[in-house]
């Protein structure tokens, strides 16, 4: 099932956005194969399960070896899309660049996933996650006023801004390939994907209603009511009640009068703030999830990774899958007549690529 069932894509294994890429693309339905050097594996080798290696076979290739690069090629005759992760330039150098390939298979949607893009000053250039968001102007936005920005986890520049963003070109060039009967080239970089998620930002400043000095707007930690308090038992409960309405729902429920905390005036924020931090400090966690359940006041506790998976609403949606006895997200979004799932038929995606189980498994 998934709405691209009978799409078939090559992964040029790697780490970061091009796995994830690879995951969106199988749990929509595609049929993906991964080609992988030998012993090769992701970002932390063989510990731990991996959920975003899921739903797609595995082969082994020496890119350095005529025939398997032949094999690669003859794979790519097949495919409606191929992935890759590399530096610019390493591809045509392996004789596989979008040039080749686009010359066997014109209908070939080539997806180029890098840092900084595929030409300019810094296409060669080594980076993380971290480097793209700092030049695309995102890193610096998050963080607490007076201190120095805090890194998002890899949120922003591998998967929000990368992988998300390659896929999203992917399936976009494939549709169109549908008319044209032409594949073509996807250049994501993640400095410009980044970049792209802070456009509305931009935005607000254009407008005179965002500050560059980070900790000091409504949606950077600088409100009171768009901010993370301490309770009793030294949890966490976050709080986004933007809306008039909603902040007077939170002020009914906190038992704070109206009148003395006006939500727009912003030099008063900090001491609202405090009052807010010394009123969540009164009960715990669970006392307050109780106050807050079933209203709108944009109050709701913080959980980890290990909780989040037990709390009812997630439960009650199946948000989670069990893979080898590990919660793990579920594929998203819904659909109502083409589902997504996680691939488990096998058979059925060693034909499509002309494998038997013993070569996958090389």
């Known amino acids: 099932m998934g709405p691209l069932q009978g799409v078939k894509i090559i992964e040029m294994a790697g780490i970061g956005p091009g796995p994830f ?8 339905g595609a049929n993906v194969l991964r080609l992988h050097r030998e012993g090769q594996g992701g970002l932390f080798g063989d510990a731990g399960v991996d959920p975003v290696g899921r739903g797609r076979i595995s082969l082994a290739v020496d890119l350095k070896d005529p025939a398997d690069r032949e094999k690669v090629l003859e794979f790519a005759d097949r495919a409606d899309a191929l992935i890759e992760g590399y530096r610019p330039g390493v591809m045509e150098r392996l004789g596989l660049g979008p040039d080749v390939m686009l010359a066997r298979n014109e209908r070939l949607v080539y997806g180029r996933m890098t840092g900084f893009g595929q030409d300019g000053p810094l296409a060669q250039t080594a980076g993380h996650d971290i480097n793209y968001i700092s030049l695309s102007g995102a890193l610096d936005g998050i963080g607490r006023r007076g201190e120095r920005p805090v890194v998002p986890l890899n949120l922003v520049g591998d998967y929000g801004g990368g992988g998300m963003l390659l896929a999203l070109g992917v399936v976009s060039a494939l549709f169109e390939a549908r008319g044209s009967g032409q594949g073509q080239v996807v250049d994501a970089a993640m400095v410009e994907g980044s970049s792209l998620l802070m456009s509305v930002f931009h935005g607000l400043r254009s407008g005179g209603v965002w500050k560059d000095e980070r900790g000091t707007n409504v949606l950077d930690s600088g409100a009171h009511f768009y901010e993370v308090y301490e309770t009793a038992d030294g949890a966490y409960f976050a709080v986004g ?41 009164r009960k715990n966690r669970a006392e307050w999830s109780q106050l807050f359940e079933g209203t709108d006041a944009c109050a709701t506790p913080v959980l980890s990774l290990a909780e989040a998976p037990a709390h009812p609403h997630n439960i009650a949606r199946n948000a989670f899958l069990d893979l080898e006895g590990i919660p793990i997200p579920a594929p998203a979004p819904r659909f109502s007549r083409t589902p997504a799932e996680v691939h488990s038929g096998e058979a059925d995606a060693l034909e499509a690529w002309g494998l038997d189980g013993r070569l996958a498994q090389s």
């Open 21 to 28: 890429a690879a995951m969106l693309l199988s749990d929509m």
């Open 241 to 281: 009640a933007i809306e008039p309405q909603f902040y007077a729902e939170l002020l009914r429920i906190l038992e704070l009068d109206p009148a003395d905390h006006p939500q727009w005036d912003q030099a008063r924020w900090p001491e609202f703030k405090l009052v807010f931090a010394d009123t969540f400090r």
